[in-house]
């Protein structure tokens, strides 16, 4: 089944909504992609606009920056520490926006989305 990114068809009191139109390319989603630590592999989906999107799949590198410097290097995942999207994400090691990972620097929050955005960037945290 697609995902549609629409409003329901359905009202409050169980009511239909009167069909406006047809589902168009626009209204669909896609499914979400875990992302596994692991040697980096990414995927390029085509978007509207003849756009292209990349997905990471896996990867075992990250952006970290620090804010007491304001630097930021490429620093190698060890693991998923603290994940608040899902508590089974922490012993499957998926990294999502939110993520405490453990890295070479210590321990830093992922900031971006990497299913969307390809990369993995995040920020230390103050010890």
């Known amino acids: 089944m697609a995902i549609v990114h629409k409003r329901s068809k359905r009202k409050k009191t169980g009511g239909l909504y009167n ?8 209204d669909f ?3 979400f992609i875990p992302v596994k630590i692991a040697e980096t592999k990414i ?3 085509r978007t509207l606009g003849a756009n292209i999107k990349n997905r990471i799949l896996r990867t075992n590198k990250a952006n970290v920056v620090d804010p007491s410097t304001g630097k930021s290097q490429v620093v190698e995942i060890k693991g998923v520490l603290e994940n608040k999207a899902n508590p089974n994400f922490v012993r499957m090691n998926i990294i999502t926006k939110g993520a405490t990972i453990d890295t070479e620097l210590g321990q830093a ?12 960037n995040s920020v230390l945290k103050k010890k």
């Open 19 to 26: 069909k406006q139109r047809k589902r168009k390319k626009e």
């Open 109 to 120: 929050k992922v900031v971006s989305r990497p299913g969307q955005h390809g990369t993995v």
């Open 29 to 31: 989603g896609s499914d």
């Open 43 to 45: 995927k390029q989906v």
